[in-house]
């Protein structure tokens, strides 16, 4: 398999929040800081590398009937993991993202990677699909906490860049965190559109047409 085509996929290509729109959850809520949105995306991709990596060198070992259950306690050790780090090294960081770390055991991109990735693939795939997933959803979530931060609080890092004139509220309550949510999609779409566009296209087009001329 393709290592970097792997790990790129998860980047852009298959982005868990842009393409696949899972674990909307978290992301909205956390993005109201930068601080916040890095924060998230570390742990959430130190707890899909760790349990991708366990899950594929033992998918052998777990039987298919209780691979869920064993899944679970899997990614609820890894999580476990990353909390006590947060809450003793970066307690502030913790207590702003609150109930959030503790839920990335129920996490949807966590739990679909492995069920349909990792227990099915070796190491050397594994890893760079979940540093490629893990690092896609970071990218994002960070995205959206800069434009929410310095729009809504005026600041980047709690380093202040708008006069209070400027900041709108609207972005740091959940409908911003929706809107903004909005425009990447939005961005998105038009980017891969564009691309669409390119010298491939009028290719397909003609194709198109001998297609409609063959039926007519």
Do not use: H, Q
């Amino acid at each position: 398999m393709n290592t970097f085509k792997i790990f790129t996929n998860g980047i852009v290509k298959e982005n868990p929040l842009l393409i696949l729109a899972i674990g909307l959850c978290s992301s909205l809520a956390v993005t109201t800081a930068v601080a916040n949105g890095i924060g998230m995306g570390l742990s959430m991709t130190f707890v899909l590398l760790m349990s991708e990596v366990v899950i594929s060198v033992f998918r052998k070992l777990i039987p298919d009937s209780v691979r869920i259950p064993v899944f679970i306690i899997i990614i609820a050790a890894f999580t476990t993991v990353i909390d006590y780090i947060l809450k003793a090294y970066f307690p502030d960081l913790s207590k702003a993202m609150g109930v959030f770390i503790p839920l990335i055991v129920v996490n949807c991109i966590i739990m679909g990677r492995v069920e349909s990735f990792s227990y099915k693939n070796s190491l050397s795939a594994v890893i760079p699909d979940a540093l490629g997933m893990g690092l896609g959803y970071t990218w994002v979530l960070t995205g959206i906490a800069l434009v929410r931060e310095l729009l809504g609080n005026g600041t980047v890092l709690n380093y202040p860049i708008l006069p209070d004139a400027y900041k709108i509220l609207f972005f740091t309550l959940p409908p911003g965190g929706f809107f903004v949510f909005a425009l990447f999609i939005s961005l998105n779409l038009f980017l891969k559109s564009r691309g669409g566009t390119g010298r491939g296209a009028p290719a397909d087009a003609e194709a198109g047409l001998a297609v409609k001329e063959e039926r007519a």
